[in-house]
């Protein structure tokens, strides 16, 4: 799988800007204080082999005997952390309504010990809320088919955390699928190669496509995903990065709002840490549907780097969860409810290093991206491995003018075989086209 020739497109780019469905879903216990990060934690049937990773207890190999309820939680989160079902929570505490927790209540963790109730505590990026609901159940692998003989349908093969994803978040029965580009930039995608006007009407179809795909259970976000702050070939402020403006960006988030599509920010990051390079983004928040990402292939993380994309960069996920802190916290502090997406670009395997440190943020849905155009057996076999139990929700980029062949609706989706490959095996939540 490749990606476009990163430094004649930031060279054609710098000439280019100088020159010219509804399910119920649990309600979190209520409260406003702010708490640590909790892991991304693959769920097992063995206790003691979920705090052998640090997450139940420290210094423990068995998890407390009971749990007292903190802010954000709801009992998947509990019965994840502690590698225990929700029936047997439910079961042993006798709770009528397992949808509602209360602030402080305390819970009987099934083959607990008692005094191990002081849960070690993960490495803290910043004082943001945080809850822990990761992509904690297996999905059907490829070969595995219904009881009909059938693929498994677009809903089963979700993420746990996307079947879990509670009402105010955007992936909530929903696919995204979104036009990808910088306005008055043809080389960097759709979006670029047409106006807004003429934008909407075929973003529209292309939405369409996956609602008859997707079945009833889900529906479809259409979104304008725009590089908000494209990686540039050189910069007069050292930051290689060159944002859009004010206007230009209310100009797609209007009307956005207006055809009930969403927005995605995208920045390259270019010279500064990703947090640095986002953070810009983070007032746009307040305007409707908008939604972050960061990119970083054109991190500029190698030693005396003078050009972004050469060579491709990469980031931490220390890093990646001290945007998810800071983004938790600017949403806590700005009265912005609900969820927000933050995703990040990923078409190497090392592009994002200890991957498996992940962490959740109260308030951010994580999703990785795969990236890069080629054939379908690569995108898939990239996708596949990209995309395992420290990924919460998934994303996939497709290429108009690239992909060969390009995948139609249902392959994307992993409903039919690529052929000469297999298929998608974990439904995205996010569809991206460039």
Avoid at 353 to 366: E, F, N, P, S
């Amino acid at each position: 799988m490749r990606r476009f020739p990163a430094l004649s497109i930031l060279l054609a780019c710098a000439c280019m800007l100088s020159g010219c469905g509804p399910r119920n879903s649990p309600t979190p216990a209520a409260g406003g204080g702010s708490g640590k990060p909790l892991p991304v934690i693959l769920k097992t049937a063995d206790p003691a082999a979920a705090s052998a990773g640090g997450q139940a207890g420290a210094g423990t190999s068995r998890p407390p005997a009971y749990y007292t309820v903190q802010t954000g939680d709801i009992l998947t989160n509990i019965a994840q952390r502690f590698g225990i079902s929700v029936a047997d929570l439910v079961q042993v505490n006798h709770l009528a309504d397992p949808d509602a927790l209360t602030l402080g209540q305390r819970l009987t963790i099934p083959g607990g010990v008692a005094g191990n109730e002081t849960a070690a505590d993960p490495p803290a990026v910043a004082n943001a809320p945080a809850e822990n609901v990761g992509s904690t159940e297996p999905v059907a692998p490829a070969e595995q088919l219904a009881s009909d003989g059938k693929r498994p349908s677009v809903y089963d093969r979700l993420s746990f955390a996307a079947q879990m994803a509670p009402q105010d978040s955007p992936y909530h029965n929903l696919t995204w699928v979104t036009f990808y580009g910088r306005p008055k930039v043809p080389l960097l995608g759709i979006l670029g190669e047409y106006s807004i006007e003429e934008l909407v009407p075929r973003l529209r179809k292309q939405a369409e496509a996956y609602d008859q795909a997707n079945g009833p259970q889900i529906g479809v976000m259409p979104a304008f995903h725009l590089i908000y702050g494209m990686a540039m070939a050189y910069s007069d402020d050292g930051t290689y990065l060159s944002y859009m403006t004010d206007d230009e960006t209310k100009a797609y988030i209007d009307r956005a709002q207006m055809e009930k599509f969403g927005v995605i920010l995208d920045v390259q990051i270019g010279a500064l840490t990703p947090l640095a390079s986002i953070q810009p983004a983070f007032r746009w928040l307040k305007d409707g549907n908008v939604q972050l990402a960061i990119d970083p292939e054109f991190a500029m993380s190698t030693p005396g780097q003078t050009v972004p994309g050469q060579p491709p960069g990469t980031v931490t996920a220390a890093q990646i969860n001290a945007v998810q802190a800071a983004m938790s916290t600017y949403m806590a502090e700005n009265g912005i409810s609900g969820h927000r997406i933050l995703i990040v670009h990923q078409f190497l395997p090392w592009m994002i290093a200890d991957k498996q440190d992940l962490y959740r943020y109260k308030g951010v849905d994580l999703t990785v991206c795969a990236d890069g155009f080629g054939d379908p057996p690569t995108k898939v076999t990239k996708y596949n491995g990209f995309i395992n139990e420290n990924v919460p929700f998934a994303g996939y980029k497709l290429f108009y003018g690239w992909d060969a062949p390009l995948m139609t609706e249902r392959q994307a989706l992993g409903l039919d075989e690529n052929p000469g490959t297999d298929y998608i095996e974990e439904t995205p939540n996010l569809i991206i086209y460039q």
